[in-house]
């Protein structure tokens, strides 16, 4: 009895597991597809997450990040673009580069007429590298927080092959592992269902068999009475 209690809620914890990562996957798959244009962010309401492709954000400050780290952001509104202020990271899109850039503002946008000047971490001090003004509104996310080491994972996985491997892949054999456990569950029933048939037909044969012998016992007894 006990055994059976922990099979239960073994395959309880599975099933929360795998129904769990399926919605993770599909969320994800969701952000990623429909995150196509260079200047969109990959965001779920409002939250964005970048793979950093540079180190020009390498630095000593507590919101520094390094290369390949997975950073997180928050989407800006118009309302929120007012409160932008020196030393925020923000993320907008870098016309040289023709993609997404994160950098910290250098300035007082507010004392600029709403001009926004960003430089990289990795270059304070360095009045070359300030990178080309941009309005309010070229503001698209500010910085949350960073995982270090996960940017190259995100990159690979927004290709066909790292989508296809990462996404598509585990997302097949989590459904087919499930058909599989379904399948599985619906034999043992059905087994148990035909031994359960099988015992009631031997039970019911049995009671058939000792009804006619009782029977035959009572003929005969009748006939050695006649006698």
Do not use: C
Request: net charge neutral; proline share 2%; glycine share 8%.
């Amino acid at each position: 009895m006990e055994n059976a209690s922990k099979n239960k809620a073994f395959k309880i914890v599975l099933n929360i597991i795998f129904y769990g990562l399926i919605v993770f996957l599909l969320i994800f798959s969701i952000i990623t597809i429909t995150s196509k244009d260079r200047e969109d962010i990959p965001n779920l309401f409002g939250y964005g997450f970048l793979a950093v492709e540079s180190d020009s954000m390498e630095g000593t400050q507590k919101d520094s990040f390094k290369q390949n780290s997975l950073i997180f952001v928050k989407l800006l509104n118009d309302e929120s673009r007012q409160n932008l202020k020196q030393g925020d990271v923000i993320t907008f899109f870098d016309q040289r580069i023709n993609a997404l850039n994160t950098h910290r503002i250098i300035n007082d946008p507010n004392e600029d007429g709403g001009l926004i000047f960003t430089r990289g971490d990795k270059y304070d001090g360095d009045p070359g590298k300030i990178d080309p003004a941009i309005n309010r509104d070229g503001a698209l996310a500010v910085y949350k927080g960073k995982i270090s080491g996960l940017g190259s994972l995100l990159a690979f996985v927004q290709t066909r092959l790292g989508f296809g491997l990462l996404v598509i892949l585990p997302m097949f054999l989590l459904l087919a592992w499930q058909v599989y456990v379904l399948f599985k569950d619906f034999y043992q029933v059905k087994k148990e269902k035909l031994v359960q048939e099988y015992q009631s037909n031997q039970e019911a044969e049995k009671e058939r068999m000792r009804q006619e012998l009782l029977e035959e016992l009572r003929k005969e007894q009748e006939a050695n009475n006649k006698k």
